[in-house]
């Protein structure tokens, strides 16, 4: 009898939901820390003294090991059980989170956020794969839904909690906050999380495959998140990428070759979970792309507070909560893509509905938008997650957990940097564009740069610099527009990316077995 067998006997029908509700606070806990020290980043660089580069540094340690981690998860759980992998990471996060809050040197925030990012990244499969565990093939839809609201519901908390701290308190309380819901966490997981199935020795680590992993995720993730600095035809960035394909191939061609891999490269052979991996590596590009887009356009071009920014996602937040048992159910009964195409039909409306904005849109317009997308992001992970996995044999569902957020991570690594680098182009082209049009032919540039001279001139400005600052005036208003359609452009390519999400969701759901409708 296995583990979870004997936990169901002690704890009853009941036990499936206790181990839900013990992942679901450790998957907040931990995924709060995603987003809540970026709200703190520039409160922490004022503190510590330290250059753009060096704060670069701390996001990109981060989302290394967050990514590299996700797939040391199924050995963990072969080697030490569900309970000691889960209490044993959530104890290093609130040890790197102390270490946070206390630090005065760079090393120890970066340090402490690659051992966050690390313990981010191994309770996300340790996680799903518990809960699949626990819940039968028929409910595995129900499971998909609560683990994807567990990975959402994080980001808008750390967006409001994280800006009311830093307003009200210091950036050292954003590091403080999520250890006490990891100590409850931990004593869920003591209770109610099962113990390690496999007997004997513990199977060996790929250490070899972990470093090289780690190596090349590192080197793409900072040519990645400094191409924009550095210019992506730098030499730097061309090395780094150069170095991340060659490292990629070497660990490729090292888990062919040894018997203990840290993944199973069979995992690719089956049509439906690659079609999944695809689908959800797009989706999590335009997912984090608009994470990306939706902060900076707010507080950049609405001047929005920070926590103003983060009740912008209250609404969509509260439907996602009403949403996620809805689909589950319908998941668990009908084919994928009645679920996923309509919620992707919702989502590319709403990124359109972003598309629109400018330096008058309201709030409520926004607000709108982003909850008319959470129909979209409520209702495409959970068929997507649950009919890629469970189209592996039960051997390799574990790798198979760690492999589809290994790619949504790597498809928002990609999808932030390409719109990063598709932004800055089109700054450029609409600064230029527009630059050709003010000219003295140009009635409404000349009204504006006559305006500024009048505002400058009752100012007390000298009437010798009147003309120069109104053009430098009207050269401010000329960038700021370029920004705002730079912008718009971006929402274009995230809808251009969500459309493209069609076919391999189309292809998961032929591929894959789906359920027959029923009439409960």
Not at 355 to 380: E, Q, V
């Amino acid at each position: 009898m296995s583990q979870v067998e004997l936990m169901f006997q002690r704890y009853g029908p009941k036990y499936k939901w206790l181990v839900t509700l013990t992942m679901l606070l450790g998957l907040v806990a931990l995924g709060m820390s995603i987003t809540i020290v970026n709200v703190a980043t520039p409160y922490i660089k004022g503190s510590l003294g330290l250059s753009d580069v060096q704060v670069q540094w701390i996001s990109t340690g981060f989302l290394a090991a967050t990514t590299v981690a996700l797939l040391v998860a199924p050995w963990l759980v072969r080697a030490f059980g569900q309970r000691a992998t889960f209490i044993g990471l959530l104890g290093a996060f609130v040890v790197a989170s102390v270490i946070g809050g206390l630090a005065t040197s760079m090393a120890a925030i970066v340090a402490a956020r690659v051992v966050q990012g690390a313990m981010t990244g191994l309770i996300r499969p340790l996680a799903l794969d518990a809960m699949f565990s626990v819940f039968p093939a028929s409910e595995r839809g129900m499971a998909t839904a609560l683990y994807g609201m567990s990975l959402g519901l994080p980001l808008t908390l750390a967006t409001v909690i994280g800006g009311w701290l830093v307003e009200t308190f210091t950036w050292r309380y954003v590091f403080f906050i999520t250890p006490p819901l990891c100590l409850a966490a931990m004593a869920m997981g003591y209770l109610f999380l099962p113990g390690r199935e496999e007997t004997g020795r513990r199977p060996p680590f790929d250490w070899g495959g972990t470093v090289v992993l780690f190596a090349a995720i590192f080197a793409l993730l900072a040519a990645l998140s400094n191409g924009q600095r550095w210019g992506w035809d730098s030499f730097l960035v061309v090395a780094l990428v150069a170095l991340s394909i060659v490292l990629g191939a070497g660990f490729v061609c090292w888990q062919r070759c040894i018997a203990h891999p840290l993944l199973d490269l069979a995992i690719f052979r089956h049509r439906a979970f690659l079609a999944g991996c695809l689908a959800i590596f797009v989706f999590g590009g335009a997912f984090y792309a608009i994470m990306y887009l939706l902060p900076l356009f707010s507080q950049g071009i609405l001047s929005f507070r920070p926590v103003t920014t983060g009740l912008l996602f209250l609404p969509s937040t509260l439907i996602l909560a009403v949403l996620v048992p809805i689909v589950g159910h319908l998941s668990d009964r009908y084919p994928a893509h009645y679920i996923t195409l309509p919620g992707l039909a919702f989502a590319i409306f709403a990124v359109y509905l972003f598309s629109r904005s400018d330096a008058y849109t309201s709030f409520f317009y926004l607000a709108l938008a982003l909850t008319l997308m959470s129909l979209g992001m409520a209702s495409f992970p959970p068929p997507t997650l649950s009919r890629a996995i469970g189209s592996l044999p039960l051997s390799l569902s574990g790798y198979g957990s760690g492999v589809i957020n290994f790619m949504l991570q790597m498809g928002g690594a990609f999808g932030t940097a390409a719109l990063v680098l598709m932004m800055d182009r089109r700054i450029t082209w609409h600064g230029d564009h527009i630059s050709t049009t003010i000219t003295p032919g140009n009635d409404i540039a000349m009204a504006s740069a006559a305006h500024w001279q009048d505002l400058l001139a009752g100012t007390g400005v000298p009437e010798t610099w009147q003309a120069t600052a109104a053009l430098q005036k009207l050269g401010a208003t000329e960038q700021f527009w370029a920004t705002i359609m730079a912008y718009q452009d971006g929402f274009w390519l995230v809808m251009v990316a969500l459309t493209l999400v069609v076919i391999p969701a189309w292809l998961l759901s032929r591929w894959s077995p789906s359920p027959q409708p029923t009439s409960d």
